[in-house]
């Protein structure tokens, strides 16, 4: 009896170990860091549209008020806006439209465009 009492007391620790739930590890995020947005007004000097097949992002250039140039990047998830605010397509920045893009910059240091609105 003795045996079968001692048997049933190591089969319960060692069941208890079975069963017995780890603590939840907290996971670490790489943090990254914060993204500030910038904002640059200019007339368009060129546009290239995208081109899946070749793997290019749509593109476009504007010229500021001082005469400076600066390329970007057209982000997935960018947003053209008319003046009258509805949303258009990239048919819609022709060469010497003038524009105020919502930028920010990569890693990599590429503009990406993240809004462009066309200003009357």
């Known amino acids: 009896m003795k045996k079968l009492l001692s048997f049933a007391i190591v089969a319960l620790s060692v069941s208890s170990v079975c069963f017995a739930q780890q603590a939840p ?3 670490k995020q790489a943090s990254r860091p914060a ?3 910038k904002m640059l007004t200019g007339k368009i000097d060129t546009v290239t549209p995208a081109d899946s097949a070749k ?3 749509a593109q476009f250039v504007i010229v500021d008020e ?3 140039k600066a390329a970007f990047v057209v982000s997935n998830s960018a947003v053209v806006q008319s003046t009258e605010a509805a ?3 990239l048919d819609k920045l022709v060469k010497d ?3 105020q893009v919502k ?3 990569t890693t990599e240091g590429i503009k990406e ?4 609105v066309l200003v009357k």
């Open 55 to 57: 793997g290019i992002k």
């Open 87 to 89: 949303v258009v397509g």
């Open 113 to 116: 465009a993240t809004l462009v």
């Open 25 to 27: 590890v907290a996971v």
């Open 35 to 37: 993204v500030q947005a």
């Open 97 to 99: 439209q003038k524009v």
């Open 66 to 68: 001082a005469g400076n």
């Open 103 to 105: 930028y920010h910059e």
